[in-house]
């Protein structure tokens, strides 16, 4: 079955840093890159990163470069998505997104989504 | 960054109408752009993709065009199952960006 799974949910305290995973199945993991992208509470989607899977190369949105960093461990077809100097406006659902055709800006495959919750 | 924008934010109708929502970029993105459907507790479904592309898989009752700035989807006849959120996406330039949705409720 191809789907994408996630991590549950985290509570962090600001400041600190989540990890949260990826586990795709049913698919060549390396064959299609791969996105995050969050919601936060009464917010739109916001695109945060990319990552090749096949050669690890990256691509971070403005807003969290220095502060966002995406890897991928091809011998358990996951991805991960660490975002640091965690803030309250970070509390969101993170989504992992599938690129269509492998390589595109377009996402037809997506997680369940990953609660990150921000408070002291 | 590209704002997109959606209107209406919601709309009412029944089962068996047809619904047009619109999405306006702030600058021109050629035909890139996506169109998704989201029910609550659900990850997004694409549905439409390069403005007019449907998806496999995807029922022919949804249909998307536009070009440039201005951009449509249409559902020809409304299923029970089409109640939900539907948002924009440009995939022209990075960052990619959505727009805030348009939800459709039931009338």
């Known amino acids: 079955q191809v789907q994408l799974v996630q991590s549950g949910a985290e509570v962090k305290k600001p400041g600190a840093s989540v990890k949260v995973s990826c586990k795709a199945s049913?698919?060549?993991?390396?064959?299609?890159?791969m996105n995050w992208v969050r919601q936060a509470p009464g917010q739109g989607l916001e695109w945060m990163a990319w990552i090749n899977p096949n050669s690890g190369d990256t691509k971070y949105a403005q807003n969290f470069q220095g502060r966002v960093t995406m890897t991928r461990d091809t011998s358990i077809n996951t991805v991960f998505m660490e975002l640091s100097r965690l803030r309250s406006d970070d509390t969101a659902v993170y989504y992992c997104a599938r690129a269509l055709g492998g390589y595109s800006h377009y996402y037809d495959l997506w997680g369940r989504g990953s609660l990150v919750t921000v408070s002291s | 960054d590209i704002q997109m924008t959606q209107s209406p934010s919601s709309v009412s109708a029944s089962v068996g109408d047809r619904v047009t929502i619109t999405c306006r970029a702030s600058q021109g993105i050629g035909s890139w752009l996506a169109w998704y459907q989201r029910k609550p507790g659900t990850a997004p479904k694409l549905l439409i993709y390069a403005a007019s592309s449907l998806q496999s898989g995807v029922p022919s009752r949804f249909s998307g065009s536009g070009s440039g700035t201005e951009f449509t989807l249409t559902i020809s006849t409304l299923q029970p199952e089409d109640f939900a959120t539907y948002f924009c996406q440009q995939a022209n330039s990075f960052p990619i960006t959505f727009g805030q949705g348009t939800r459709l409720e039931i009338k």
């Open positions: 049913g698919y060549t993991f390396t064959a299609y890159y």
